[in-house]
Structure formats: structure tokens, C-alpha cells
């Protein structure tokens, strides 16, 4: 307990300082507003509903990007990591192509694709896949080919190998990659809410910075980094469960 209290002490004396700063008037209501009024703006947008269907909407658009990054980037990843012929045709283009940045993108996206709904979930698919895709290729490759030795001398069959041996020596590297890509989604739908959104916490900030309203800013913020925390704490349990088989060296 007294741990706690300490790592907490820090925060709290910040909250405070903020408090006293935005009272007096040394930090204008216009540059940040203070902690309290914060909470106040989030008990009423909470309270009117305004919150909660904002959330559903960059809600359902993550997870649809989310969704068609997984299966384009574990694909993609299975092609190259099981196979030379694989490699050669599909990862220098992988490389290559995500080394282009996102943002520079939306411009071209837009012109392709228009600015509905379809250009911010293409935007959080792209920047999605390719954390999936260098993780699970590295899984695949960082196999040990001793067990895939001994499978083979076990009498599996191709497939089987992939099942069996690849697929859940590559778990764990497939896991951090979910991780990863749920956090570059959260960043991304930040900059794709921008383009022509009419609902969605992007939205939000937008409408509150034409406004100068920057505790509406700071409550979307930090409901972002709660969605963040919340998506990230559902893939470590997954993980804690699909992964009891791995032995960790920190105990307790």
C-alpha cells in the first residue's frame, strides 16, 4: 500500500499544481483547461450519450480495419515465411512499401477512394498490416529447425507441420503483433477522423478545437489511451491463456 501511495504521490502533486495553475489564471482556459472542469465536461458527455456513441463509432471502425489487416498480414506473412518462393515474390515489396508514410498517404487515398467511410478503414488496415506481417514472418523463421526435424522424422506431412509445429511456435510473435497493430490503429484513427468525419471521437476533437474547447480535447484524449489500455489488456489474457505452455523466467 505504501508503494502505491508513493507512485501515486507524484501524479496527484501534478493534478494539484495543474488545479492551482488554471484557478489563478497563470494557464488560461484556452490552452488547457483545468483537471477539474475536465471531469465536469466528462460527467456531461457521459450523462447525454454524446460519449458513448462517439466510442462505437471508432470502435467498429478500428475493428474493421483491425480485421482486414489481420488477414492480408497473416497471409502475407504465411506466403513468405513458409516458403523461398514466397519470400522472393512477396517481402522486399513489404518492405519496401511500409516504409511509406502514413500520412502521406491520406492525400492519395482520398483521391483513389473518396472521403467516406471505406478511406478511414483502408487507412487503419494499411497502417495495421505491416506490425502483423514482420511479426508473424519472424515468428515463423525464428522456428527452431531441430523440432521441425523431428516432426518430419515423426512422420508429418506438410500441413500437419504447419499445424502442429509452426503455427504454435509462431503464437507468441503472432500475439505481440496483435498487440502492436491495436496500438497503431488507436494512432491512426486519430489522423483518419480528420477527413470528413460526422461521428467518431476524431470528430469530437475536431468540432472542440474550432470551438477552443480543450477539455473536450483532453476527455477524448484520454478515452483513447483507456480504449488503448483496454484492447491491450484483452490481448494479454488471451495470451495468458494460449501461452500457459511457455515458461517465463519472471515468476510471481
Same mark, same amino acid.
Given at each position: 500500500m505504501?508503494n502505491?501511495?508513493r507512485?501515486?504521490a507524484? $501524479?496527484?502533486?501534478l493534478?494539484?499544481?495543474w488545479?492551482?495553475?488554471?484557478?489563478t489564471?497563470?494557464?488560461?482556459?484556452?490552452?488547457?483547461?483545468? $483537471?477539474?472542469?475536465i471531469?465536469?465536461?466528462l460527467?456531461?458527455?457521459?450523462v447525454?450519450?454524446?460519449?458513448?456513441g462517439?466510442? *462505437?463509432v471508432?470502435?467498429?471502425r478500428?475493428?474493421? #480495419?483491425?480485421a482486414?489487416?489481420?488477414?492480408?498480414?497473416?497471409s502475407?506473412?504465411?506466403?513468405a515465411?513458409?516458403t523461398?518462393?514466397g519470400?522472393?515474390?512477396v517481402?522486399?515489396?513489404?518492405?519496401?512499401?511500409?516504409?511509406?508514410p502514413?500520412?502521406g498517404?491520406?492525400?492519395?487515398?482520398?483521391?483513389?477512394?473518396?472521403?467516406g467511410?471505406?478511406?478511414k478503414i483502408?487507412l487503419?488496415?494499411?497502417?495495421?498490416?505491416f506490425?502483423m506481417?514482420l511479426?508473424?514472418?519472424?515468428?515463423?523463421?525464428?522456428i527452431?529447425?531441430k523440432?521441425?526435424?523431428?516432426?518430419?522424422?515423426? #512422420?508429418?506431412?506438410?500441413?500437419?507441420?504447419?499445424?502442429?509445429v509452426?503455427?504454435? #511456435?509462431?503464437? $507468441?510473435s503472432? *500475439?505481440?503483433?496483435?498487440?502492436?497493430s491495436?496500438?497503431?490503429?488507436?494512432?491512426?484513427?486519430?489522423?483518419?477522423e480528420?477527413i470528413?468525419?460526422?461521428?467518431?471521437?476524431?470528430?469530437?476533437?475536431?468540432?472542440?478545437r474550432d470551438?477552443?474547447?480543450?477539455?473536450?480535447?483532453v476527455?477524448?484524449?484520454?478515452?483513447?489511451? *483507456?480504449?488503448?489500455?483496454?484492447t491491450?489488456a484483452l490481448v494479454?489474457?488471451?495470451e495468458?491463456y494460449?501461452?500457459a505452455w511457455?515458461?517465463?523466467?519472471i515468476?510471481?
Amino acid at each position: 500500500m505504501n508503494n502505491v501511495l508513493r507512485r501515486a504521490a507524484g $501524479p496527484l502533486a501534478l493534478l494539484l499544481l495543474w488545479e492551482a495553475a488554471s484557478r489563478t489564471g497563470v494557464l488560461p482556459e484556452r490552452i488547457l483547461a483545468a $483537471p477539474s472542469q475536465i471531469f465536469v465536461t466528462l460527467g456531461e458527455l457521459v450523462v447525454s450519450g454524446e460519449i458513448g456513441g462517439n466510442v *462505437l463509432v471508432s470502435l467498429q471502425r478500428v475493428l474493421t #480495419g483491425l480485421a482486414v489487416s489481420l488477414t492480408l498480414g497473416t497471409s502475407l506473412a504465411l506466403v513468405a515465411g513458409l516458403t523461398r518462393q514466397g519470400e522472393v515474390a512477396v517481402d522486399s515489396t513489404m518492405q519496401m512499401v511500409r516504409t511509406l508514410p502514413f500520412l502521406g498517404l491520406v492525400p492519395l487515398f482520398i483521391l483513389w477512394f473518396g472521403i467516406g467511410e471505406f478511406t478511414k478503414i483502408a487507412l487503419i488496415a494499411f497502417a495495421t498490416t505491416f506490425p502483423m506481417y514482420l511479426t508473424l514472418y519472424s515468428g515463423i523463421r525464428g522456428i527452431d529447425a531441430k523440432l521441425v526435424e523431428a516432426a518430419r522424422l515423426f #512422420g508429418l506431412s506438410y500441413p500437419q507441420l504447419i499445424v502442429h509445429v509452426i503455427l504454435p #511456435g509462431a503464437l $507468441p510473435s503472432f *500475439l505481440v503483433g496483435l498487440r502492436y497493430s491495436l496500438g497503431v490503429a488507436w494512432l491512426s484513427l486519430v489522423a483518419v477522423e480528420q477527413i470528413n468525419a460526422t461521428a467518431g471521437l476524431g470528430y469530437l476533437i475536431n468540432n472542440a478545437r474550432d470551438f477552443m474547447r480543450t477539455d473536450v480535447i483532453v476527455v477524448c484524449l484520454l478515452i483513447y489511451s *483507456l480504449l488503448g489500455l483496454a484492447t491491450d489488456a484483452l490481448v494479454r489474457a488471451i495470451e495468458h491463456y494460449a501461452l500457459a505452455w511457455r515458461p517465463s523466467f519472471i515468476k510471481g
